[in-house]
């Protein structure tokens, strides 16, 4: 068994059983294996930004690491954007990078590169194989690595001898991890605040977006009065008729402050203290203020649904104590498309088990509020900022949840660092409905220039801030990786290509002109 | 003045006019700055792919850097690719890339990452800018480190706040400088070996590949029976009738080592020791054997020029002893769509001052030897092995060079990791003929395949290696971003797409379908 066999089957050993891939001639020894490996799935990306968001993606959704296999630095250099997004979700990735082999490594062939520098920012492990028959233990270690609550990306670069020398055998399974339990300082102070009547922010995120965090969360806010808050961007939030509705912090920092400025105590579950996006001129980067005493209550990895539940039992927080959202969906908007309308045509086909990969600054608004009654859905943001990851992150997640329909709302703008990922869906079939919100305009660049006060646009500056002049066509772009697309320019005519995106299997893509 | 007009300034004062950028917030203050520096050329990108690949592509024409502008780290880090492409090309680039503010840096903000480590490994130059006051001094010093021969890219991180804050005076001019002499030791082994007549390689890169350069190598090659040959991949070769006919050092191992086994001597002008592009199962990495002498005649950034011209004197060279290629272009091809074919109608219209840009491997057989004779132009290879270069280094190669026609020859495997390069040349309207080779499959993994013996290709294997189902089609890509664009299947309408793209003004892609 060559060593890029060994690793397939510790992959499979531990269930990881879906490779994102963009090989080169250095891996070719893996593409030669995943036909000696049955059950392993290989998914293409014609560019490695796709690979890696969709392995976020398809993390966020399977609670397990996938992985990905890029070609040696510069193959993996054109993923690391997205994998900050990763990294920044806390997705578990086993992370496999070609190498030149051990002997060729030293030379200056032309995609000679330090593979482990490009990898370093975004790996939380990280391991060079130089020696074939450890593979089977190298491989084992990252796949643990990568799955140990809250998950992180493990990289293992696998040099092309190693690759194609004996690799030994397998390693044994790794075991579905469990988070560990919380400390019980948190948990007291928390107890003490809440009894006292302090004013409690409760600031979520990880795991405990899931219904059963979401349900002990509401039942503690119904009972003491604390508020509960998910974080500005979240991984994966499940939302929609019969789960409670957690707002998001708010993004911009003079609203962070104003909303810190009303508590006593802020408790971090599974999350960080909330600081600015971007720093501004006379605004503040830290948000919390002085007599705001910072908590961190559960820590990323840690149980944070032990945590919630030992505090509902200190405090007798009776069973019904939470509020749940009413199924409540809208009628479909009408008239010209603008933010709202689309928000309400959206929210008014979102069926049941809906995925929402989502990536567009004007998607936000009236969204939330439209689809809070919706049927139970999984809510997808974009992590660390790194445009160009929903597209990615959407077919992932239909490849972890085949039966699931899955909608992207992506802007024209953010879409087009990684458009790649619709020739995937195609390829593999995947249930995708992509919404582009065609503004023709970097619409958060011309925010961010109001919010700096530089003044008026000028000829010059306008020709990096719209990307107008040639107005991006992204039913063609779509056609051109084989998917059927549609434009539309009001409610009526995007409700109905909706409807059929939903009903006819496989991608579609709707481009709603705005 | 702000920092961010400082850096213009600075950047105008030696002649840097051209920014190839895709900025965000953190870069705000340069967009408005454009406005107010006249003269400046701000060229965006919609992927930060098509950035560095154009400034690329721009710096091999204009021998001169251009600037970059990318966003944090993670936009950096999706133009790694491309800039390592540049740095093996030796192209000076001034790589500014934003980051948070000082004050913001410390914080777990979204986008916060270490820039510098993404910077590192494609920089021969790199500063962390955090003091406002110093940004004429360090910009000026980016751009002298950038152009000091042989190029090299010169990255400056700018702090938000030091674009925002007073910048101060710009930076004095930097002038073009000149490339140091080459060691007289080298020469002297040449002249020795050359006059005892012994078997003498001389391997070629860099600006010895421009006209003078080739007509003093085949002179010395004409007198003395020495051996000229180029670089597998360089970065811009000046070809065509009147000039010398240069060919290249094999690509494969094997070639490589039964060519150097017939000479006493390699000397390098301008490059470095030839070694396998990558590693094969009993293959050698290194090439040259025991029996034949390494010299480094020129390193790189040192006179070839010079020193070829005192080659030619210390050995009498008569100004007639090289052989030039004739004027001679071939009838277009005729019938069914091939590599021949396709060589032959390219050669058939490749006009006066063209310059191709190739990133086919389909392309290569026939095409050198089929253009040979074709009027002179110059022609741009990939140097540093990453795909998805071409079309963005295209881009760049007719911003430098408005009034010559630009030729890509693309395939499209290779295209797909950075199209969006195609809506940059429209936004542009740079006179760009994009052939693209749509052969639906990763030819050159299909070689490295069969190269590595690994037998019969399998159906998991080959969804990973094979681009098709589905088809892409690149005339409706192209059209989505705002290009002309014809699909053929035949030589004829070959030559007649390409006689139109000749004719109008503008960009236009012609799809090969093979």
């Not at 397939?8 to 994102?20: A, E, K």
């Not at 509705?245 to 203290?273: A, C, K, M, N, S």
């Not at 069926?351 to 009236?366: F, K, N, Q």
């Not at 972890?400 to 390829?427: E, I, K, N, S």
Request: proline share 8%; net charge negative.
């Amino acid at each position: 068994m060559v060593g890029a066999e060994t690793i397939l089957r510790t992959l499979m050993n531990s269930g990881v059983d879906v490779c994102f891939a963009n090989p080169g001639t250095s891996e070719m020894q893996f593409v030669a294996a995943v036909d000696r490996v049955p059950g392993m799935r290989p998914v293409l990306g014609l560019f490695e930004g796709v690979v890696a968001g969709a392995a976020d993606g398809y993390a966020r959704m399977a609670d397990k690491p996938a992985a990905t296999l890029f070609h040696l630095g510069p193959g993996l250099a054109n993923g690391l954007a997205n994998l900050h997004n990763a990294m920044r979700a806390r997705s578990p990735i086993v992370n496999l990078v070609g190498d030149h082999a051990t002997y060729h490594r030293p030379y200056a062939s032309p995609l000679a590169s330090d593979v482990a520098a490009y990898a370093r920012p975004v790996s939380g492990w990280l391991r060079d194989n130089a020696e074939g028959r450890m593979l089977g233990a190298d491989t084992r270690a990252a796949i643990a690595a990568a799955w140990e609550p809250p998950g992180q990306i493990a990289t293992l670069l696998v040099p092309a001898d190693c690759s194609w020398n004996p690799g030994g055998e397998p390693g044994a399974p790794v075991q579905r991890p469990s988070p560990r339990p919380a400390a019980p300082e948190g948990l007291e102070r928390a107890i003490r605040a809440l009894r006292a009547g302090e004013r409690c922010l409760f600031l979520i995120n990880g795991h405990s977006l899931r219904a059963e965090g979401l349900h002990l969360a509401s039942r503690l806010a119904g009972h003491t009065g604390a508020r509960f808050m998910a974080d500005t961007f979240t991984a994966r939030m499940e939302r929609g008729a019969g789960l409670p509705v957690l707002q998001r912090f708010p993004r911009y920092p003079e609203q962070g402050v104003e909303l810190l400025d009303g508590f006593d105590h802020l408790f971090l579950i599974e999350t960080t203290p909330p600081v600015a996006f971007f720093a501004y001129p006379d605004q503040p980067s830290w948000l919390t203020p002085e007599h705001c005493l910072l908590h961190t209550l559960v820590e990323p990895g840690e149980d944070a649904v032990g945590a919630l539940q030992a505090l509902c039992e200190a405090l007798n927080v009776p069973a019904n104590a939470g509020r749940t959202a009413e199924l409540s969906v809208p009628e479909p908007g009408t008239g010209a498309l603008d933010p709202d309308s689309i928000a309400q045509t959206v929210a008014s086909v979102l069926p049941e088990g809906a995925i929402v990969a989502d990536e567009a600054i004007t998607s936000r608004g009236s969204l939330p509020g439209m689809t809070a009654g919706c049927p139970t859905h999984d809510w997808l943001s974009l992590t660390g900022g790194a445009l160009g990851q929903s597209l990615s992150a959407a077919a992932g997640a239909a490849i972890a949840c085949p039966d699931r329909p899955v909608f992207c709302l992506q802007a024209d703008g953010a879409g087009m660092y990684a458009p790649q990922a619709l020739w995937t869906m195609v390829r593999e079939g995947l249930n995708v409905t992509v919404l582009i919100y065609a503004n023709r305009s970097y619409k958060i660049l011309h925010n961010e220039w109001a919010r700096l006060n530089l003044g008026q646009v000028g000829e010059s500056a306008r020709k990096l801030l719209d990307i107008g002049e040639p107005d991006l066509n992204w039913s063609h772009i779509a056609r051109g990786m084989g998917m059927p697309a549609a434009q539309v320019t009001d409610a009526e005519s995007l409700h109905r290509q909706l409807r059929t995106a939903l009903e006819e299997p496989g991608p579609h893509l709707i481009e709603a002109i705005m």
